[in-house]
Nanobody, 123 residues
């Protein structure tokens, strides 16, 4: 079993940057694909980014491509989401997730989820 804990959320102004962290415990993130999703009030959970266990492959949602970067440090069992050029529409609860698949855009492929961290971007 893998436990995931996100941190780094907060209230920021549009145009600024923020980095989220997700620490995994219970098992190493090696051999897991890791992903970030987000959910705004009244909306479905949206794919943000995913990376395979050795960091060789990463995929991004269209709305964040070019602004967000996912990375993983298997030595620290931690996955990061670096967010730049934040917009008010990026406001959401951000969730870290783990999958035994290499990486995936689909939330139903993920077996492990964190509790989420709130990101609020003011205009």
């Amino acid at each position: 079993q893998v436990q995931l804990v996100e941190s780094g959320g907060g209230l920021v102004q549009a145009g600024t940057s923020l980095t989220l962290s997700c620490v995994a415990s219970g098992r190493t993130i090696r051999r897991y694909g890791m992903g970030w999703f987000r959910q705004a009030p009244g909306k479905e959970r949206e794919f943000v980014a995913s990376i395979n266990w050795n960091g060789q492959y990463a995929v991004y949602g269209d709305s964040v491509k070019g602004r967000f970067t996912i990375s993983a440090d298997s030595g620290k069992n931690t996955v990061y989401l670096q967010m730049t050029g934040l917009k008010p529409e990026d406001t959401a609860v951000y969730y870290c997730a783990g999958t035994v698949a290499s990486y995936s855009r689909h939330r139903w492929d993920y077996e492990h989820w964190g509790q989420g961290t709130q990101v609020t971007v003011s205009s």
